[in-house]
T-cell receptor, first 114, second 116 residues
Framework: AQSVTQLGSHVSVSEGALVLLRCNYSSSVPPYLFWYVQYPNQGLQLLLKYTSAATLVKGINGFEAEFKKSETSFHLTKPSAHMSDAAEYFCAVSDLGGSEKLVFGKGTKLTVNP | DTAVSQTPKYLVTQMGNDKSIKCEQNLGHDTMYWYKQDSKKFLKIMFSYNNKELIINETVPNRFSPKSPDKAHLNLHINSLELGDSAVYFC???????????????FGPGTRLLVL
């Protein structure tokens, strides 16, 4: 079964610093991978996704992620954190059985300090 | 012009009651989902419908029954509510299931259910 592991339930950075949120996946075949963001009391919004095209994926709000098959990773980065980036971030893998269900990691809460 | 909408946004009720949550999408998508987010923010799929047909039914108590009157609507009815049902329930939709994969899912704002 597909699964993802997010390392670090909480990450704290200073405004302007690099953001790095880690995600490792478990899959026997190349997966489809997603990063979603959840702002307080809101639904989830897609940041970016990997669907076997380019390994470096650019998303919204300056975020990007790189698919590394050798490391089974899909880490999310942003060069310079902004206060508005404070949110919960979820990595997810799409089930390859054709049902499209998403299997989520446990989430990483990002805090941005002024 | 909300893409995926849910009603109600908040639901506070007593144990043993029956309640429904409604979801509508105006994106023209074929597939809709229900996810449950627990108090630790963990998200888990519950159900999915593709063109009104049930395609995913995870290990969910029989007290939960989804209904899809048409492909733009997916409602969730919960019988005999229990304390452990307290959570945030998210509806989502995607263009199609049973495809090559990688479809983006669009989420509603969530329904915060509190069972007392």
């Amino acid at each position: 079964a597909q699964s993802v592991t997010q390392l670090g339930s909480h990450v704290s950075v200073s405004e302007g610093a690099l953001v790095l949120l880690r995600c490792n996946y478990s899959s026997s075949v190349p997966p489809y991978l997603f990063w979603y963001v959840q702002y307080p009391n809101q639904g989830l919004q897609l940041l970016l996704k990997y669907t076997s095209a380019a390994t470096l994926v650019k998303g919204i709000n300056g975020f990007e992620a790189e698919f590394k098959k050798s490391e089974t990773s899909f880490h999310l980065t942003k060069p310079s954190a902004h206060m508005s980036d404070a949110a919960e971030y979820f990595c997810a893998v799409s089930d390859l059985g054709g049902s499209e269900k998403l299997v989520f990691g446990k989430g990483t809460k990002l805090t941005v300090n002024p | 012009d909300t893409a995926v909408s849910q009603t109600p946004k908040y639901l506070v009720t007593q144990m043993g009651n029956d309640k429904s949550i409604k979801c509508e999408q105006n994106l023209g998508h074929d597939t809709m989902y229900w996810y449950k987010q627990d108090s630790k923010k963990f998200l888990k799929i519950m159900f999915s419908y593709n063109n009104k047909e049930l395609i995913i039914n995870e290990t969910v108590p029989n007290r939960f029954s989804p209904k899809s009157p048409d492909k733009a609507h997916l409602n969730l009815h919960i019988n005999s509510l229990e304390l452990g049902d307290s959570a945030v329930y998210f509806c989502a939709s995607s263009q199609r299931a049973l495809s090559a994969g990688g479809e983006t899912q669009y989420f509603g704002p969530g329904t915060r259910l509190l069972v007392l």
